[in-house]
């Protein structure tokens, strides 16, 4: 038994507990581009104490996560969800198809489609729009970053919750539906009182999940917007990264990159923690209490 698990177990061990492992201990040190292990204990995150960027940055991670899992992740992907699972199969398959393309490009392709979008310049697509209605163009970065990642980010990450949704939905069985129509119940009080309910757990596990997943996103961001105009779009994830691999001018502060991901982890683990209570998943995943046969 042990032969067969050992590919799985050297995998754990080589890519998880490892590098978490190196991960704790660089948060100890003030390592840099030296790559010297000078232990210096706490010093990191007692620096992070008097960081005059990290309340601005912690407030731009917060907003982003709120923002892009309220209004795209999940509200967005069930709204996908419920029209295209009402309109006719076929057509309700093309159209997740055709959203999910993103989802299936590359990162940098799909940074590039959204920087011509969102050229300064009258040949941006949106600026051309505006300049054929008579208006100037307008610096969508420079002027509006956070909605930019919100708009970036959410856009591709809404076809998560909507795959997921539409699943359940279709899992629904008709007879409830049925019933509801009988009973004079209209298109919106079907999905109030009988959609809503009984895809409540697939809603709570697509937030969780994708709170998480924001948390550690930044691959958008980066390639848009930078984290500019001077840290206005540069959430935690991508401050981490800047200090230890920024390019050419990064400071290659790998012992204080090492204790923010740590801080960002332990912030993730709080979450978790907070949906598992709160949401009560302990009961989603409890055995039935009528026995099916």
Request: hydrophobic share 55%.
């Given at each position: 038994?042990?032969?067969?698990?050992?590919?799985?177990?050297?995998?754990?061990?080589?890519?998880?507990?490892v590098?978490?492992?190196?991960?704790v201990?660089?948060?100890?040190?003030?390592?840099?581009?030296?790559?010297?292990?000078?232990?210096?204990?706490?010093g990191?995150?007692?620096?992070?104490?008097?960081?005059?960027?990290?309340p601005?940055?912690?407030?731009v991670?917060?907003?982003?996560?709120?923002?892009?899992?309220g209004?795209?992740?999940?509200?967005?992907?069930?709204?996908?969800?419920?029209?295209?699972?009402?309109?006719?199969?076929?057509?309700?398959?093309?159209?997740?198809?055709?959203?999910?393309?993103?989802?299936?490009?590359?990162?940098?392709?799909?940074?590039?489609?959204?920087?011509?979008?969102?050229?300064?310049?009258?040949?941006?697509?949106?600026?051309s729009?505006?300049?054929?209605?008579?208006l100037r163009?307008?610096?969508?970065?420079?002027?509006y970053?956070?909605?930019?990642?919100?708009?970036t980010n959410?856009?591709?990450?809404?076809?998560?919750?909507?795959l997921?949704?539409?699943?359940?939905?279709?899992?629904?069985?008709?007879?409830?539906?049925w019933?509801?129509?009988?009973?004079?119940?209209?298109?919106?009080?079907?999905?109030?009182?009988?959609?809503?309910?009984?895809?409540r757990?697939?809603i709570?596990?697509?937030?969780?999940?994708?709170?998480?997943?924001?948390?550690?996103s930044?691959?958008?961001?980066l390639?848009?917007?930078?984290?500019g105009p001077?840290?206005?779009?540069?959430?935690?994830?991508?401050?981490?990264?800047?200090?230890c691999?920024?390019?050419?001018?990064?400071?290659y502060?790998f012992?204080?990159?090492?204790?923010m991901?740590?801080?960002?982890?332990?912030i993730?683990?709080?979450?978790?923690?907070?949906?598992?209570?709160?949401?009560?998943?302990r009961?989603?995943?409890?055995?039935?209490?009528?026995?099916?046969?």
């Open positions: 038994m042990l032969l067969f698990l050992s590919p799985a177990i050297i995998t754990v061990l080589v890519f998880y507990v590098p978490a492992i190196l991960t201990t660089m948060a100890l040190t003030n390592m840099d581009y030296r790559f010297q292990w000078n232990f210096i204990g706490l990191n995150f007692r620096r992070m104490l008097n960081d005059f960027l990290l601005g940055i912690l407030r991670t917060f907003l982003y996560v709120i923002g892009t899992l209004i795209f992740n999940v509200t967005f992907g069930l709204i996908l969800a419920l029209v295209t699972t009402s309109v006719g199969e076929r057509a309700g398959r093309f159209f997740r198809s055709l959203w999910l393309l993103p989802r299936f490009t590359p990162p940098v392709v799909y940074g590039i489609i959204w920087l011509w979008i969102l050229d300064p310049t009258k040949h941006g697509l949106l600026n729009v505006r300049v054929a209605m008579g163009p307008v610096d969508w970065i420079l002027n970053p956070l909605g930019v990642i919100i708009v959410g856009i591709i990450g809404a076809s998560f919750g909507m997921i949704f539409t699943a359940a939905i279709r899992s629904i069985p008709r007879e409830l539906h019933a509801a129509r009988v009973d004079g119940a209209g298109l919106f009080q079907d999905i109030r009182y009988i959609t809503l309910p009984q895809i757990w697939p709570l596990f697509v937030t969780a999940y994708q709170t998480l997943s924001l948390l550690t930044y691959e958008y961001i390639i848009i917007t930078k984290g001077y840290f206005a779009s540069t959430v935690w994830a991508l401050y981490t990264y800047n200090l691999f920024g390019g050419y001018y990064a400071p502060q012992g204080y990159g090492s204790a991901a740590l801080v960002l982890v332990i993730g683990l709080i979450a978790a923690i907070t949906y598992w209570r709160v949401f009560r998943f009961a989603m995943m409890a055995e039935p209490l009528i026995e099916v046969v």
